[in-house]
């Protein structure tokens, strides 16, 4: 009898040309991976073997340009302003050696700044990069990114249109729970009293309004 083994990250090598540099380099991308093991109350979920977060963006050895497959493709939104961003300042940092997961999201994320890109997208990579920080254990890169990450979010539900009408729930319990992991237990609180207000259908998101009184009230590290 076959028994199925545990599936696990699994990896692939691309071939990708930096559309800055048009250095063309092997990078490692995921090919299938497998959540497991639960998910922590900021939604990082652990994967079997190794973990996938730093293979979903590549990163150009020669210029510092960092973004998923797709910002390596023909439809790449390079101007020469980014050009400029990316040679003054991500290549001077490449001589620090090989680059940690959070660092190639951290060059993402100013790369999509730099690109005009929704607040919220960048919030998107540099909580990634917080999450890559605590598999590094490097705890105070991890609260910079949580702090940089909280106030994208923010931003992003300022704006008229900066987040969808459905999700701006979950995105104001997750501000409070990045304040809370960075260990600002009242500005964490203000956010996860706003939730309730935020929820569109209360059968549906019962959960999310439990996850915030619970994270307020009597936090937890992982959903149960
Ligand atoms: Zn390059």
Not at 106 to 135: H, I, M, N
Not at 187 to 201: C, G, H, P, Q
Request: aromatic share 10%; net charge negative; with cysteine.
């Amino acid at each position: 009898m076959n028994v199925p083994e545990p599936s696990m990250t699994t990896l692939k090598h691309i071939e990708l040309t930096c559309p800055i540099c048009h250095h063309c380099f092997d990078s490692q991308a995921v090919l299938s991976t497998n959540s497991f093991g639960g998910k922590r109350t900021d939604f990082h979920e652990r994967a079997a073997g190794a973990q996938p977060l730093p293979y979903l963006i590549h990163l150009c050895s020669r210029c510092g340009y960092a973004g998923s497959e797709r910002d390596f493709g023909d439809e790449a939104d390079v101007s020469p302003m980014l050009k400029e961003h990316v040679w003054d300042e991500l290549a001077p940092r490449l001589s620090e050696g090989a680059l940690s997961g959070s660092e190639k999201y951290e060059f993402a994320a100013k790369v999509a700044l730099w690109q005009g890109a929704e607040p919220r997208r960048v919030a998107d990579l540099l909580l990634r990069a917080a999450w890559c920080c605590v598999d590094e254990g490097d705890v105070e890169a991890e609260r910079y990114f949580r702090r940089q990450s909280a106030w994208m979010f923010e931003r992003s539900l300022e704006a008229y249109d900066g987040v969808e009408r459905d999700e701006r729930a979950v995105l104001t319990y997750l501000v409070g729970e990045l304040w809370r992991r960075i260990g600002d237990v009242d500005i964490a609180a203000e956010w996860f009293d706003r939730v309730s207000d935020e929820v569109l259908d209360p059968k549906a998101q019962e959960w999310l309004i439990a996850a915030a009184n619970q994270q307020r009230n009597c936090p937890r590290e992982w959903f149960g």
